[in-house]
């Protein structure tokens, strides 16, 4: 079976701070991965997707960039951290119409 | 982008039907409907997703309007386990990228 894995849970960091945050899926190949972002009390904002490695396309101009390295794996980067970038962050996989959700990573920029 | 909107909250007694509707105005022909719930501080959920036709399946229904500019879920018997925030969301792009609307907090009551 499939699972997704995002990490770490939560996250505090300073203003002007790199980000780093990772998901991996297992169980599958070459599915479609997306982050979404979540602000507090409102619904989801697409931030990125890819369809395959090195492919990656933004929804939303920001501070933020993602990676695709592995097939399996998605990065959501920032190399200086804005206070509007604390949220619930969100990374997702499909291979056909549905799409599987991680955890989230809960991050609070002080 | 094509939007979604939804009440921002629906209450239900326990074990009675409920319906969730959500507008589509803008969607356009090949757009997908999709639905998912969110549990506080876990990633949404799969519910259902459809085009044209009603769809049923173990969770929910899915009624779409002729005209496809509205929809609505539907929750057969409401348990205390359905209380969540409902998003409706278009797929806009054909490659599975979702844009969710605010959602509906579903309330229910024992």
């Known amino acids: 079976s499939q699972t997704i894995h995002q990490w770490p849970a939560t996250l505090v960091q300073p203003v002007g701070s790199p980000l780093s945050l990772e998901c991996t899926v297992e169980?599958?190949?070459?599915?479609?991965l997306y982050w979404y972002r979540q602000a507090a009390g409102r619904g989801l904002q697409l931030l990125f997707y890819?369809?395959?490695?090195?492919?990656i396309s933004s929804e939303v101009p920001q501070n933020l960039s993602a990676s695709r390295p592995q097939d399996r794996q998605f990065i959501l980067s920032s190399k200086k951290l804005l206070l509007s970038d604390s949220g619930f962050y969100l990374c997702?996989?499909?291979?056909?119409?549905?799409?599987?959700f991680g955890p989230g990573t809960r991050l609070t920029v002080t | 982008d094509a939007k979604t909107t939804q009440p921002n909250s629906m209450e239900s007694n326990e074990e009675e039907p409920v319906h969730l509707p959500c507008n589509h105005s803008t969607i356009s022909g090949t757009d997908y409907i999709h639905w998912y719930r969110q549990l506080p501080s876990q990633g949404p959920e799969y519910v259902i997703h459809?085009?044209?036709s009603n769809v049923n399946n173990r969770m929910a229904s899915l009624a779409i309007a002729e005209d496809r500019k509205s929809s609505t879920l539907i929750l057969h018997r409401a348990t205390l386990r359905d209380a969540a925030v409902y998003y409706c969301?278009?797929?806009?792009?054909?490659?599975?990228?979702?844009?969710f609307g605010t959602g509906t907090r579903l309330t229910v009551i024992p």
């Open positions: 997702a996989w499909s291979e056909g119409r549905e799409q599987y």
């Open positions: 169980g599958t190949s070459n599915p479609n």
């Open positions: 890819s369809v395959g490695i090195g492919q």
């Open positions: 459809g085009l044209t």
């Open positions: 969301a278009v797929d806009q792009t054909g490659a599975n990228n979702l844009f």
